[in-house]
């Protein structure tokens, strides 16, 4: 009994995502069938999903089947579409509150052994940590980037060629926690491999340009920090954000006892005294992925690049985004507009995400708020398929999921807004997120956080100063109101003067009714009676 017991509670935190190592088997992948027992059985098979104990059942997966929009042509020639069918067709459904793919873990927000307690954690930002804090993000960090995952193995080559040369040895590697963060974000990025001798096609991209930008990056970020908190066995562990809208031309984190210096060496190196500066990087081998149609493996390379500001080339990204940005932001009222790309205007989504400037208005030349946040660190956080190896990345994208939240919570929008079809391949409302495991779709996450994902943020958002045009407009309407004033003023003055002299007529005021008052009292056609 306290064997179970033991089990249940170990199960209750836990979070996964592709690929549980009970599911990369060959058995498995030639069925087609990720449904994992949830506890320890003699037979095996018997207590998949946690059918048992009642949480949950094998079921076939449901996969977007919508049409997507054009910037794709490719269809059949990706393993990512249509998720995760290339791979699997059966998974877990889970009942209630229960999660996970074998249903031992809980829905976000909720946890314990029966996933009935409700937890509510708190995103602040670093600045405001205490030092012990700080050193406990940091140290969590650095313990994520050198501890294997505990569930997860990830996938090395393409569907095709998933079972090895011999047909019979399945190509998956086990891979530390932050560097599955890392490789996750790199294969909802990479390239379509069209064959041997032809041009990878890179007009892909199944978590950025796009409506599901924010819910992809949203889900990315819970992952992370629910594994953190299992690795912790710390329910409350809470990731920081950083606010980047400064307006500044320095980085005001990148400092030793925060997230690394410039190097005094090599200005593009962080800072020998920093942790970060002995973190290697995940999946830069682009050439073999693009040319020979290999996937990222767990091989590390070189160092984290960053040079804050350090892009001469470019003024435009020597400085963060400005409060006022993230003011102006927040008031785009539509969520994404069509083609629901990189080019939408009054997009919420894309302006966030960067490609519209802070008002909502497309510009091609524009880089702004999160676009802007990446570029300004001019390095490994600059590079879409690199980023996330620079820590500064879970930062920046908890503030902009921030401003998704602020923004969820002040529009109250409905689901419906969020595109149905017709976005980019991925984008759709009901897709699955690449490459989550088990399946997740977009508007999953398309809630707010407090009440919905257990965990809400500490933010002083900055209110919007006005603009000239606005300032000219409330002094002319001021004026009006003030000239209205005087007039009516002055209407009654005289109406008063008028009284008083009628006073000194006492036989017409005592003795007969004036035309006007009998005219008064006589309820005219076009005068209300009620």
Known sequence: ?????????????????????????????RRGECCPDLSLVVVPGSDRCGLSSGRGQCIQVTADLRPHGPQYMHDGRDDREQWPLRFFNRTCRCNGNYAGYNCGSCRPGWSGPACNQPTNIVRRNILDLSREEINRFISALQQAKSTMHPNIMIATRRREEIMGPDGNTPQFENVTIYNYFVWSHYYSVRKTFLGPGQLSFGGIDF??????????HRYHLLQLERDIQDMLQDPFFALPYWNFATGRNTCDICTDDLMGARSNFDPSLISQNSIFSQWRVLCDNLEDYDTLGTVCNSTEGGPIRRNPAGNVARPMVQRLPEPQDVALCLEVGLFDTPPFYSNSTDSFRNTLEGYSDPSGKYDPAVRSLHNLAHLFLNGTGGTTHLSPNDPIFVLLHTFTDALFDEWLRRHNPDTSIYPLENAPIGHNRRYNMVPFWPPVANDEMFVTAPENLGYNYEVQWPTRTLQVTEVI????VTALILVAIIFAGATCIVHAR?????????????????????????????QSVV
């Open 207 to 216: 978590s950025h340009e796009g409506p599901a930008f924010l819910t992809w």
């Open 498 to 526: 008028r009284n008083k002299d009628e006073l000194h007529q006492p036989l017409l005021t005592d003795q007969y009714h004036t035309y006007s008052d009998d005219y008064d009292s006589i309820p005219t056609p076009s």
């Open 1 to 29: 009994m306290q064997l179970v017991t033991l089990l249940l509670l170990t199960l209750s935190r836990q979070i996964s995502t592709q690929f549980p190592r009970q599911c990369t088997t060959v058995n498995a992948l």
């Open 473 to 476: 407009t409330i002094a002319i």
